[in-house]
């Protein structure tokens, strides 16, 4: 029985199918699927039967170490191809836009209305505070923030933040920097949720105080009506996103802290879906609000463009996530 | 190419994943220690990639003439916050789901029900890792500027919150990140194997001729240790295990016997005899196994 062992000839017969599979695996984890052929994609699945098959039959029959954990390896690589991508990237999309994005967002109306719930509260207190008090000022704005905006600024100054035009760029170096910072605010808010909700309340709140204090400031000197128009051209998806993401934080907490009939586990594993379509939505209002702040906040002057575009945004949303709209059955 | 992890990390981090075909993939989860040196390759790639990319921005800046270095600030800025943020995510979307730290190391990124990984199972995995990784990193610069013992005590106490969260992978049994355990994913091996020769292949006995006792000293433990010795082709080793195994089965070497045909030819043949056997459904375990 020496030299013609069964696992040998079975590894022969089979051992092209691996290579083949093996070689195409390669070029597509190289790069695109449209790398393979027409003819090369329909094989992909009989390969990888046949792979499979192997595998069965090599841990039942073959002693051989090598070639099962080779086969494993090669099984594992082929499975993720061929069940990782059922719809193509295109589809995915339409269906996400279509309908994934706006459903995740509406179920977390609850979360969603606490966490703005929670930005209106502190920006009221905040504006409360400074209002009767500027000394509070200094206290609630983190002083990189300010770049000279403080009670101390004349109104002309003040008013010429406003509405100057930084060196006739349309993207200022400031601009920049505080869509990055919120956009960073947006995600810690959301990663935050994991530890019991409380953080991003924290947060939340932490984002409000300032806003109302820059209010208050503003109002002081009588330009709170130009303020509102500088801040909600953009503000309004900003904030918007902001709140979801703190909505979405807030949905993995509370799964944590209350799961309910199901596992821990389960349970944030469930509410991690709901929350991360949610999240993605969010990334694309950030990057609307980072345009929107770019490029309409230094090129729209007028007061009432200015409110007209943050209004006209913020309705968009609203009637994209929570208008009623016609269940499509499911493909 | 990665070898095979050793046996006794696959006992204990071997999961079960059965296919709709109905095969058992027997896919192994990442070890804490390979994940962590997987982060930290990514970690030097990153600021590599961030200090290059800030070389050709200034470049093209000189090159252009610019005499005001706003815009390509802007420019510098957003790179860097779309690389810390978009890096693992862009990578983990991709075919291969692994970012390149993870492909070094043989990694990849797997739906845990064994579905598809999800764009928003991508995104959820790797924005938690804002609390895992840049918070504890946040405290750490809090606790340079820290100037009361009140914020002193405050640092710390952030840290040890946050430290529960970095070191949250080495408390579960599936190493699972907040991340994963967010986005119902987990971490596999997925090492890409070359198929080694078959070891047992055109040993027509090479003049050995091993009696039926002989066949019967070893298990299959025995011979799958007998196939790594081979395949790592030590010789040193090779010569040790040859004396040992001549020993147990009583075996007169003759002056002009190599150790590794040896070996090889008794390899095949005890593989060859277990293999037999196996075929009518006895699995000999190891040498103490009477089976």
Redesign the interface.
């Known amino acids: 029985m020496n030299g013609d062992l069964r696992s040998n000839r079975f590894r022969t017969e089979r051992e092209g199918d691996w290579q083949v599979l093996e070689r195409l695996l390669a070029k597509v984890e190289g790069g695109a699927v449209s790398r393979l052929t027409a003819d090369e994609l329909m094989r992909m699945p009989l390969l990888y039967r046949s792979v499979i098959s192997s595998l069965s039959v090599a841990r039942a029959t073959s002693l051989d170490a090598g070639l099962v954990a080779y086969l494993e390896a090669l099984a594992a690589r082929a499975y993720f191809f061929v069940y990782g991508a059922r719809t193509s990237l295109g589809t995915r999309l339409v269906s996400f836009f279509r309908r994934d994005w706006p459903a995740a967002v509406r179920s977390l109306w609850r979360e969603t209305l606490v966490a703005a719930a929670i930005l209106t509260l502190a920006t009221v207190a905040g504006f409360a505070l400074v209002w009767t008090n500027p000394d509070w000022y200094g206290a609630i704005m983190p002083e990189a923030m300010t770049q000279g905006r403080d009670p101390t600024a004349t109104t002309a100054f003040l008013r010429d933040t406003l509405y100057h035009d930084p060196k006739g760029q349309p993207l200022s170096f400031f601009a920049t920097m505080l869509f990055t910072h919120n956009s960073g605010v947006s995600i810690l808010a959301f990663a935050l949720g994991f530890a019991f909700c409380l953080p991003t309340a924290l947060l939340m709140a932490g984002n409000g105080l300032p806003l109302g204090a820059l209010m208050a400031l503003y109002g002081s000197r009588g330009l709170l009506i130009p303020l509102g128009g500088w801040l909600s051209i953009h503000g309004t998806t900003e904030l918007f996103a902001t709140v979801i993401a703190g909505g979405a934080g807030f949905r993995i907490g509370w799964a944590v802290l209350f799961p309910g009939r199901l596992t821990r586990l389960e349970a944030a594993r469930r509410a991690g879906h709901t929350a991360g379509a949610a999240m993605a939505g969010v990334v694309v209002m950030l990057v609307c609000a980072g345009i929107l702040e770019g490029v309409g906040r230094q090129t729209i002057r007028l007061d009432w463009a200015r409110y007209a575009v943050g209004g006209t945004m913020l309705t968009l949303w609203l009637a994209y996530f929570y208008l009623p709209r016609r269940e499509r059955a499911p493909r | 190419m990665t070898s095979?992890a050793a046996p006794d990390d696959n006992l204990r981090f071997a999961r079960r994943f059965v296919?709709?075909?109905g095969?058992d993939?027997?896919?192994v989860l990442g070890s804490a220690g390979d994940r962590a040196a997987a982060f930290l390759l990514d970690l030097i790639l990153m600021i590599l990639s961030l200090i290059l990319f800030g070389l050709v921005v200034l470049a093209i800046g000189i090159a252009a003439g610019a005499k005001?270095f706003?815009?390509w600030?802007?420019i510098g800025?957003?790179g860097?916050?779309v690389l810390r943020?978009g890096w693992f995510i862009i990578f983990e979307t991709g075919?291969?789901?692994a970012t390149p730290g993870k492909r070094v190391l043989g990694l990849?990124v797997?739906a845990?029900d064994?579905?598809?990984?999800?764009?928003?199972?991508v995104?959820?995995r790797n924005?938690?890792?804002?609390?895992e990784v840049f918070?504890p990193i946040m405290f750490l610069i809090a606790a340079q500027q820290a100037g009361d013992p009140v914020e002193g005590w405050v640092v710390i106490l952030g840290m040890i919150?946050t430290g529960c969260?970095l070191l949250f992978p080495l408390f579960n049994r599936d190493r699972l990140r907040?991340g994963d355990?967010?986005?119902?994913t987990w971490v596999?091996k997925?090492?890409?194997?070359?198929?080694?020769a078959?070891?047992?292949?055109?040993?027509?006995?090479n003049g050995f001729a091993f009696s039926r006792d002989q066949l019967s000293a070893y298990g299959?433990k025995e011979?799958?240790v007998l196939?790594?010795v081979l395949?790592a082709r030590d010789k040193r080793t090779m010569a040790a295990v040859a004396d040992r195994i001549r020993r147990k089965i009583a075996w007169y070497k003759t002056p002009d016997e190599r150790d590794g045909a040896f070996l090889q030819a008794y390899y095949?043949?005890l593989?060859?005899?277990?293999?037999?056997r196996?075929?009518f459904g006895h699995r000999r375990k190891d040498k103490f196994d009477k089976a």
């Open positions: 095979p296919t709709p075909e095969a993939l027997g896919l005001d706003e815009p600030g802007i800025l957003l860097f916050f943020n075919r291969r789901a990849r797997a845990r064994g579905g598809r990984l999800t764009t928003e199972a995104l959820v924005f938690l890792r804002e609390i918070l919150w969260f907040l355990v967010v986005a119902g596999v997925a090492p890409r194997l070359r198929l080694g078959d070891l047992a292949a055109g040993q027509t006995s299959v011979l799958q196939e790594a395949r095949a043949a593989r060859g005899r277990l293999e037999h196996l075929l």
